[in-house]
T-cell receptor, first 113, second 111 residues
Framework: AQKVTQAQTEISVVEKEDVTLDCVYE???????LFWYKQPPSGELVFLIR??????QNEISGRYSWNFQKSTSSFNFTITASQVVDSAVYFC??????????FGSGTRLQVQP | EPEVTQTPSHQVTQMGQEVILRCVPI?????FYWYRQILGQKVEFLVS????????KSEIFDDQFSVERPDGSNFTLKIRSTKLEDSAMYFC?????????FGPGTRLTVT
């Protein structure tokens, strides 16, 4: 079985603050993929990043960065200098073996101007 | 860039009616999925489809649900007799490798 836990239900920050969204996962698979998706108020699911279990290198993409720690089964997402347009629900997801994607419950991020 | 498309964007139906949600996956993709999201909740897996058959399904995907790929382009989800609790956003997705490409969703409202 695979499971994704996003303990933070809702986070509110003021623009320009940094914010980290936590994601902890469980899987018995040795090969798996981790993902982050963004769901803006318009409702669509926007892919942000994919990581495979053999690649623990952290990644930075503009204001976004991801910290994959296999030892703690975590794949955290940091937004630096947050902006109002970052307001959305962010989902962490896991796919192990040939299994379909399992989503966490999501973290709603509100960035206040 | 190719996209997954879904129609309709919003469907309203009465309890007990059958609905068919339609999806056109990206043309060279081989794996197809349906997910649903009840308002304010997480995105839940329903079913995956590969090589013209269901490869995996969740507990939610009971006998009321069926999927079909009637031709080379469409992928449909049928709900035989809708219940109030079927009201949700339904997302279709497809992939060649990974990640999944999601469609924009169909909002189903059952009254």
């Amino acid at each position: 079985a695979q499971k994704v836990t996003q303990a933070q239900t809702e986070i509110s920050v003021v623009e320009k603050e940094d914010v980290t969204l936590d994601c902890v996962y469980e899987t018995r698979d040795t090969t798996y993929y981790l993902f982050w998706y963004k769901q803006p108020p318009s409702g669509e699911l926007v892919f942000l990043i994919r990581r495979n279990s053999f690649d623990e290198q952290n990644e930075i993409s503009g204001r976004y960065s991801w910290n994959f720690q296999k030892s703690t089964s975590s794949f955290n997402f940091t937004i630096t200098a947050s902006q109002v347009v970052d307001s959305a629900v962010y989902f962490c997801a896991l796919s192990g073996g040939r299994r379909a994607l399992t989503f966490g419950s999501g973290t709603r991020l509100q960035v206040q101007p | 860039e190719p996209e997954v498309t879904q129609t309709p964007s919003h469907q309203v139906t009465q309890m007990g009616q059958e609905v068919i949600l339609r999806c056109v996956p990206i043309s060279n993709h081989l794996y197809f999925y349906w997910y649903r999201q009840i308002l304010g909740q997480k995105v839940e897996f329903l079913v995956s489809f590969y090589n013209n058959e269901i490869s995996e399904k969740s507990e939610i995907f009971d006998d009321q649900f069926s999927v079909e790929r009637p031709d080379g382009s469409n992928f449909t989800l049928k709900i035989r007799s809708t219940k109030l609790e079927d009201s949700a956003m339904y997302f279709c997705a497809s992939r060649a490798d990974r990640p999944l490409d999601f469609g924009p969703g169909t909002r189903l409202t059952v009254t």
